[in-house]
């Protein structure tokens, strides 16, 4: 039988996915990969991200597979050598780090004239910011480095030998999305313009090579675009959310406007002329996984729990910004900080689980109203898996959603790759959900006025973080 395999090297885990020819799974191998947090930086041991992606293509193995697609998490700096070695521990795009450089650039004008140029919100773990304090703080890395790659980039770079990254990964920060090259002027306004060497060649179409079985392999484009893909989402106005560690609204267009407030993400396509209006949000998933550790709760209680109390978590709010490095979708603002309101001694573990999970909902929302979403909207990511949580995503955002399961992101990776070898695969097929979930309208309803408390809190929370010059803080 002729196979596909698609591999996604997640934040947290890598997989591969072997398909069929109508989009079946036939296995899915997965190995976890570790994340050094501490002090509001985040890394991740190369060597370990590139060996998990080696054991788990020999699990699956070669036989039968006509080509793979690789596709992985994007934005961090992956500091390599000329043969792709590490030169450094990656830094992830979770990292907090060059928060300071943000808020310099966010007060001299630099912030919104890159994002003027390219459409790309920068935010304190993409490359502009972190290459620009590694040459502040450790100069001698970058000496040392041959390329500033991204997560996919290296790994395909190790598999091939091929140093090349595509256009989605590079359109944060330095792609002209015009063009679909580095704009020397981007480069110039960051200060970067003596490190315009680490940055990788663009490959577009994105670049193919084979891996040492023989199978051919084409690296790109980045988690997010593929996820795209991989859901059916390609016609301006239908959008995605992926509920996964990271929380990200997609939006296809053919428009580009780069006008309004400076957020989120215009990520270039393979098609040119074709973009996706990205808001990602720094915590989706994470953001549970936080409380229902804190309060002892294992997930596959979760469905019950938010069974257990109603709409509103009676009266418990939150502000589900957890990450350390603040939020960069729809707007960016590091310094801010989650926000816990309305508890009290009668609260109870599932009250502050469905406030999470809510709060999260309206997140959602928020990104999705950014991000231009008017057509059809699929869900994907770890967060499916419940089905509460689902229906609440459905009354939130007031809309069906189409529950999109299977490897997502793998599918992309295989269906990017399929256009790049020219095989005809049957997208329909291969991008068909699994469920619809509808709102209920007196839910809808309700959840369309807490939406807009929502946003009122939001920004007071907004103006303390700017204003005292320390993360916000309500308990």
């Known amino acids: 039988m002729t196979r596909y395999v698609g591999i996604d090297v997640g934040t947290s885990l890598v997989?591969?996915?072997?398909?069929?020819?109508?989009?079946?799974?036939?296995?899915?191998?997965?190995?976890?990969?570790?994340?050094?947090?501490?002090?509001?930086?985040v890394e991740q041991d190369m060597d370990e991200v590139y060996g998990a992606v080696r054991e788990v293509l020999a699990a699956l193995g070669p036989d039968g597979v006509a080509f793979a697609g690789l596709t992985g998490q994007g934005d961090g700096v992956w500091l390599v050598d000329a043969a792709g070695r590490p030169v450094r521990r990656a830094i992830s795009w979770m990292d907090g780090r060059?928060?300071?450089?943000?808020?310099?650039?966010?007060?001299?004008?630099v912030f919104e004239?890159?994002?003027?140029?390219?459409?790309?919100?920068?935010?304190?773990?993409?490359?502009?910011?972190?290459?620009?304090?590694?040459?502040?703080?450790?100069?001698?890395?970058?000496?040392?480095?041959?390329?500033a790659l991204y997560c996919k980039d290296m790994v395909f770079q190790r598999l091939t030998g091929v140093r090349a990254t595509d256009v989605s990964d590079a359109s944060m920060p330095f792609l002209d999305p015009v063009t679909r090259a580095y704009s020397p002027g981007v480069l110039a306004a960051l200060g970067l313009t003596h490190r315009a060497g680490l940055l990788p060649p663009v490959s577009d179409p994105v670049a193919t090579a084979r891996l040492p079985t023989g199978v051919p392999l084409a690296n790109g484009p980045y988690d997010l675009p593929a996820s795209a893909?991989?859901?059916?989402?390609?016609?301006?106005?239908?959008?995605?959310?992926?509920?996964?560690?990271?929380?990200?609204?997609?939006v296809a267009t053919d428009r580009?406007?780069?006008?309004?407030?400076?957020?989120?993400?215009?990520?270039?396509?393979?098609?040119?002329?074709?973009?996706?209006?990205?808001?990602p949000a720094m915590v989706g998933t994470a953001a549970l996984d936080w409380v229902l550790a804190t309060t002892g709760v294992r997930h596959r209680q979760l469905d019950a729990l938010l069974d257990a109390t109603p709409p509103g978590a009676r009266g418990v709010r939150v502000l589900p910004y957890f990450a350390p490095s603040g939020e960069r979708a729809p707007f960016v603002e590091p310094r801010l900080r989650a926000e816990l309101t309305g508890v009290s001694l009668e609260s109870t573990p599932a009250d502050l689980i469905r406030a999470v999970c809510e709060g999260i909902g309206f997140a959602a929302r928020h990104c999705l109203e950014a991000a231009g979403l008017t057509g059809t909207l699929a869900l994907c990511g770890g967060g499916t898996r419940s089905p509460a949580w689902m229906?609440?995503?459905?009354?939130?955002?007031?809309?069906?959603?189409?529950?999109?399961?299977?490897?997502?992101?793998?599918?992309?990776?295989?269906?990017?790759?399929?256009g790049r070898f020219g095989a005809e695969l049957d997208t329909a097929s291969w991008t068909a959900p699994t469920a619809v979930v509808t709102p209920d309208p007196r839910r809808a309803a309700f959840y369309a006025t807490v939406y807009e408390d929502h946003l009122a809190r939001l920004t007071d929370a907004r103006t303390r973080a700017r204003t005292t010059g320390s993360p916000s803080v309500a308990l």
Do not use: N, Q
Not at 256 to 279: F, K, N, Q, V, Y
Not at 393 to 417: C, K, S, T, Y
């Open 15 to 41: 997989k591969a996915a072997a398909f069929d020819a109508r989009g079946r799974t036939l296995a899915v191998e997965s190995r976890p990969v570790g994340l050094d947090i501490r002090g509001g930086r």
């Open 98 to 109: 060059a928060h300071e450089v943000v808020d310099g650039w966010l007060a001299s004008g």
């Open 391 to 418: 229906r609440l995503f459905a009354d939130v955002l007031g809309r069906p959603v189409r529950i999109v399961e299977g490897e997502v992101g793998a599918r992309g990776a295989v269906l990017a790759a399929a």
């Open 229 to 250: 893909l991989g859901a059916g989402v390609t016609r301006p106005g239908d959008g995605l959310l992926i509920v996964g560690t990271c929380l990200a609204a997609l």
């Open 113 to 147: 004239e890159v994002y003027r140029a390219t459409g790309s919100a920068m935010f304190p773990g993409c490359p502009g910011p972190v290459l620009a304090w590694l040459d502040r703080h450790e100069p001698a890395a970058l000496d040392a480095a041959a390329t």
């Open 256 to 279: 580009l406007d780069l006008s309004g407030e400076p957020a989120g993400l215009h990520i270039s396509t393979d098609r040119p002329g074709h973009w996706l209006r990205a808001m």
